[in-house]
């Protein structure tokens, strides 16, 4: 089924919770069998345990326990994600089946090595701990009732593993993350984060010291973990653009003159250089795959929630902005109305910064804009590394390891993504703005 839009809900999604694909519906919630074998320790003792620590109940008996990857090898990059089915039963009471997703730290060596270097798991933990809580409180405190983010169950840090309600049974579902966002679906994306950018903006009244270990976002001056994956795929596109028709070739010449300082200005972008300028909690990664959308009986989105905090950050709202306007709208909005959009988003963090009465000087929408100017270099990684993997239909070689590797597999891999139809017809609208903003010049 589609939405009016054109927006599968019910198609093969792609990243945390849930990877619908069309089958009946008493088999959705284990989807495919998966072959690989999870881990052991994750039975129904260790369920027991949980849940009678959760909900405070000693009396909790579990029967059984049923757990499958929630998710094909090759799609989730930085976590490895367990759904489980647990029938348990209280004292005097009848027995009860839930679902939850189990989200752990990614099992091969390279992507522990690498993630541990931004601290993804840690960070998540914590938010889901002692962030979101907050931030829920806030809202209802105001009479905002939606939940916007996934329930945990519980943070078990003995084995690095977050254990949430499985939103599926809600009916939460993901889109299509090739067609792209439309309207209604990109305003409550930007509500959303409105939302959550504003609660953070209370939180530091309260809290001055709340968000001051989250200093690793996706592009920083801590680790260069990510870099040879971020130059590598810039230079994927670079080399793809050559081999287009020559009137094109003013474009690759631009990123080869600015490939020297392509990551500077990237990590530009997350540092926190003006006093004067907003500052809030950075979700890091929000694009279409880490939200999820309830609709009525005529398809309308009435109801979402954001998903997945592992490279969230301390900084400039363009962070946010640029990635998601740029990864997850659909071509007809991303191509022609950036300020229209920029513009909405600032009223709704106006009313809500309203609402929780911050006492923060709050800019004027010129101030705003010029705040996200600065910062909008981000757009243009975002659109280079980030929109072409988002777009990505091939599952051969997608997974970390090949992403950050420079040998062989990893250039091929890079040189496939940038061959995409769609992808082609997007950044040859996207290179010419750029260009005419001065985004793919040298910026000081």
Not at 18 to 37: C, G, H, T
Not at 41 to 53: D, S
Not at 292 to 318: E, H, N, T
Not at 332 to 340: A, G, K, P, V, W
Request: aromatic share 12%.
């Amino acid at each position: 089924m589609k939405n009016s839009s054109g927006i599968g809900r019910k198609k093969r999604t792609d990243f945390l919770l849930v990877s619908l694909i069309d089958m009946p519906e008493e088999n959705q919630l284990f989807m495919s069998e998966d072959s690989r074998a999870t881990p052991e320790w994750i039975n129904a003792e260790y369920f027991k345990t949980v849940l009678q620590k959760c909900k405070n109940d000693l009396t909790i008996e579990v029967q059984a326990v049923r757990v499958r990857y929630a998710l094909p090898k090759g799609e989730n990059f930085a976590s490895v994600i367990y759904r489980a089915q647990v029938v348990y039963r209280r004292s005097g009471e009848p027995v009860i089946t839930s679902s939850y997703i189990l989200k752990g730290v990614a099992e091969s060596p390279v992507a522990r090595q690498k993630l541990g270097e931004y601290d993804v798991h840690g960070k998540e933990m914590d938010v889901y701990q002692l962030v979101i809580p907050e931030l829920m409180r806030l809202m209802k405190s105001v009479g905002e009732l939606s939940e916007l983010y996934p329930d945990a169950l519980c943070v078990d840090r003995s084995h690095e593993m977050i254990i949430l309600n499985d939103v599926l049974q809600e009916g939460f579902v993901m889109v299509d993350r090739t067609k792209g966002l439309d309207a209604t679906h990109t305003k409550m994306s930007l509500k959303a984060m409105a939302k959550l950018h504003a609660g953070s903006l209370k939180l530091v009244e309260r809290y001055p010291t709340i968000f001051d270990r989250y200093t690793t976002g996706m592009m920083n001056r801590k680790t260069d973990a990510f870099h040879l994956f971020f130059q590598s795929t810039y230079d994927a596109l670079m080399d793809e653009i050559y081999s287009w028709n020559p009137e094109w070739h003013y474009y690759a010449n631009k990123l080869a003159k600015l490939r020297p300082h392509y990551l500077e200005q990237g990590m530009t972008v997350f540092d926190n250089d003006s006093a004067d300028d907003l500052r809030v909690f950075v979700h890091g990664d929000f694009w279409v795959n880490n939200l999820m959308f309830k609709y009525d009986a005529r398809g309308v989105p009435i109801d979402m929630l954001v998903l997945d905090f592992q490279y969230c950050c301390y900084g400039s709202p363009a962070i946010d902005l640029c990635y998601f306007f740029f990864t997850s709208s659909c071509d007809e909005i991303r191509q022609n109305s950036f300020d229209e959009y920029m513009q909405y988003y600032y009223y709704q963090l106006a009313k809500y910064v309203k609402k929780l009465n911050c006492s923060i000087r709050f800019p004027t929408l010129h101030q705003f804009q010029q705040q996200i100017m600065k910062k909008m270099f981000y757009s243009v990684h975002s659109s280079i590394v980030a929109l072409p993997l988002h777009l990505n239909e091939l599952a051969e070689d997608a997974d970390l390891e090949t992403l950050l590797a420079g040998d062989e597999r990893s250039r091929r891999f890079k040189r496939a993504i940038m061959t995409n139809v769609n992808y082609q017809k997007i950044i040859k609208g996207l290179l010419p703005t750029f260009d005419r903003k001065g985004l793919l010049d040298k910026l000081d």
